[in-house]
């Protein structure tokens, strides 16, 4: 064959190549392009070691300085220690205490100022259903329906969090799933959100279960059987994760029926620690669609350990179909978060392409670091330098 036919045949091939190489790296460009072009940046308002959400003049003053600082969500809490922070007639009927007696919300509607105040800066509000199934040891609500309670197997019902004792809601018995249902229906129904939180305590701690109702319940539907002392066993652990599995889809089934573009999202702990600890299954709620988004806590101070929570496979697998974003503890009163750490932590997220980042919790982004807060605000304002759009989630 001679030079210039050989030439002739090959030349074709190498200038498919050529346009190959170029369309995949224009390609890869846009990809790079289109994941920058919105991010999750949302921080979590709570109550406690906070006095944010006490007067309409600090509620008003946090939504305009997470404005300002770029900032796109609010989870706001609404339901903790025993009390919806918002006045609800259903807790009203319930336990007779329709707000939080805390002498800053009485005679408001936090939640409706929030909101108001949020959506004139173009801030998404979604309320956080903090307290899920747990409730103080003390709270009106577990003395007044002592049969709601669920046990441990040798019949205690108390689970300390931290210095607190807990109590908590059995998430199989039907008159609880209506309470906590009629709660978020209320929510969904009587304010203009753009969506509604759960998070690792919208579940239950694997050592209980072994109250009459649900002994009787898990013995019903299989006969000749009893459930394992093990409380870790695998099917006793299945069956129960099922249970909550169950009413996660009803909870999904009715909202999307009262208002298809709520955001329903979940703020789980890792799946290995969720599932076998507390009873969560978040990666099937994903995998069914119940869910719109998830903000996963990672709230581990060592940044090797952090990243590795960032690339588990369940991890991978469900931010390839969901907004994904990654929960950063930015400190607690007593257990500060320095600032270079979560610098770090907000860069780790971003070379992995999640949907963004949450911070928990608001005083903590500025207070009880060793940084001063000026200093904590203007590295703020450097990882947040310009305005973006959170993703879009179709109903």
Sequence with gaps: MSKSKLISRILPLILIAIFTTITLVLASNQISKTAQKTEIRGVWITNIDSEVLFSESATKAAVNRLANLNFN????????????????????????????????LQGRDFLQEIITEAHQKSLTIIPWFEFGFMA?????????????????????????????????????HPEVQQFILDLIIEIVTKYDIDGI??????????????????????????????????YQ???????????????????????????????????????????????????TWEREKWIDEIVLQVYRPDIKRFIKEL???????????????????????????????????????RKRNFAGVSFFFYESLWKWGKESENIRNETLEEIFKNKISRPHISG
């Design 311 to 349: 690339e588990r496979t369940e991890v991978k697998l469900a931010k390839n179909n969901i907004p994904f974003a990654i929960g950063i503890l930015s400190g607690l009163k007593n257990n500060p978060t320095g600032i270079t750490t979560i610098e770090k932590q907000v860069e780790a997220v």
């Design 233 to 283: 066993e695998t099917f006793w652990v299945r069956w129960r994760a099922d249970k909550i599995n169950n009413f996660m889809e009803r909870i999904s089934e009715e909202i999307k029926a009262i208002k298809p573009d709520c955001i329903i999202s979940v703020s789980p702990n890792p799946l290995h620690f969720a599932l076998s600890a507390y009873l969560q299954d978040w990666f």
């Design 136 to 172: 103080p040891a003390d709270s009106e609500l577990a003395r007044l329906n002592p049969n709601w309670l669920t046990k441990r197997r040798d019949g205690t019902t108390i689970k300390m969090q931290g210095k607190e004792p807990r109590v908590w809601l059995n998430p199989f």
């Design 73 to 104: 969500t609010l989870y706001p809490t609404v339901w903790q220690g025993g009390y919806t922070l918002y006045p609800s007639q259903v807790a009203q009927q319930v336990f007779g205490k329709y707000l939080d007696p805390k002498p800053g």
């Design 197 to 230: 939180q759960f998070d690792d305590h919208f579940s239950l701690p694997a050592e209980f279960g072994y109250d009459d109702f649900t002994v009787k319940l898990y013995e019903k539907e299989l006969p000749g059987l009893s459930p394992s002392d093990d």
